[in-house]
C-alpha cells in the first residue's frame, strides 16, 4: 500500500525558512514524478514544484523554495525560504508513477494527508 507522509509545517514568521518533508512507501520510487501542492483557506490547490525529468516551480515561489529528493530515503523535501504570508497553506506531496512532469493535480497518483505551513507577518 502506498502511503505518502508529510513533516515539518509549523508556524512562522514572514522572511523564515522552513523545510517540508514527504517519507513515500513506494517501490522504484525513483521513477516516480513527485510535486508539492498547497491549497490556502477558500482557494483552490495550486502546484508549487514538482520534480521528475526536469524541475517545476510556480511562479510565486521560485527563487525561494527549491525542491530536492532522496531515491535512498525514498523522501522529498521542499526548502521554503523567505517566507510569506501569502505562503499560508496546508502543503501536499504528491507522487504520479509516470516519469514526465505534470502541472495538475488530478494527474497525480498518490497524495499525503497535507502538513499546515503558517506565516505571520
Known amino acids: 500500500q502506498v502511503q505518502l507522509v508529510e513533516s515539518g509545517g509549523g508556524l512562522v514568521q514572514a522572511g523564515d525558512s522552513l523545510r517540508l518533508s514527504c517519507a513515500a512507501s513506494?517501490?522504484?520510487?525513483?521513477?516516480?514524478?513527485v510535486g508539492w501542492f498547497r491549497q490556502a483557506p477558500g482557494k483552490l490547490r495550486e502546484l508549487v514544484s514538482v520534480s521528475g525529468p526536469s524541475l517545476y516551480y510556480a511562479g510565486s515561489v521560485k527563487g525561494r523554495f527549491t525542491i530536492s529528493r532522496d531515491n535512498a530515503k525514498n523522501t522529498i523535501y521542499l526548502q521554503m525560504n523567505n517566507l510569506r504570508p501569502e505562503d499560508t497553506a496546508v502543503y501536499y506531496c504528491?507522487?504520479?508513477?509516470?516519469?514526465?512532469?505534470?502541472?495538475?493535480?488530478?494527474?497525480?497518483?498518490?497524495w499525503g494527508q497535507g502538513t499546515q505551513v503558517t506565516v505571520s507577518s
Open positions: 504528491a507522487a504520479r508513477r509516470a516519469w514526465a512532469i505534470r502541472l495538475t493535480d488530478e494527474t497525480y497518483d498518490y
Open positions: 513506494i517501490r522504484n520510487f525513483g521513477s516516480y514524478t
